[in-house]
């Protein structure tokens, strides 16, 4: 059984950075990120393959968003600088288990508890 555990939320002006961390106990394949805001829908962020070779970005963050992965100590990070007020949400780690990327939720099998970042303005 795959479990997940997300840290490095906080509260951020905008502007701002933070790193997202996610642990993983039991074996794990391509992995992404997810967040949802109050009242939305959950959406995909950030996605990476098993190797790492692979990366995919939603629009609003290329540029500003850095997925990546270290598989000798199991852990995904996101590093998220020059956050903005919208990019307010809790943050999902996912992992599924194959080894190509992909976006849809319901191709991700095991999820983490969620981590709340909260940008002022």
């Known amino acids: 059984q795959v479990q997940l555990v997300e840290s490095g939320g906080g509260l951020v002006q905008a502007g701002g950075s933070l790193r997202l961390s996610c642990a993983a106990s039991?074996?794990?394949?391509?992995m992404g990120w997810f967040r949802q805001a109050p009242g939305t829908e959950r959406e995909f962020v950030a996605a990476?393959?098993?190797?790492?070779?692979?990366?995919y970005y939603t629009d609003s963050v290329k540029g500003r968003f850095t997925i990546s992965r270290d598989n000798a100590k199991n852990t995904l990070y996101l590093q998220m600088n020059s956050l903005k007020p919208e990019d307010t949400a809790v943050y999902y780690c996912?992992?599924?288990?194959?080894?190509?990327?992909?976006?849809?939720?319901?191709?991700?099998?095991?999820w983490g508890q969620g981590t709340q970042v909260t940008v002022s303005s």
């Open positions: 990476i393959s098993w190797s790492g070779d692979n990366t």
């Open positions: 996912a992992a599924r288990g194959k080894f190509t990327i992909a976006t849809p939720d319901t191709e991700y099998a095991y």
């Open positions: 039991g074996g794990t394949f391509s």
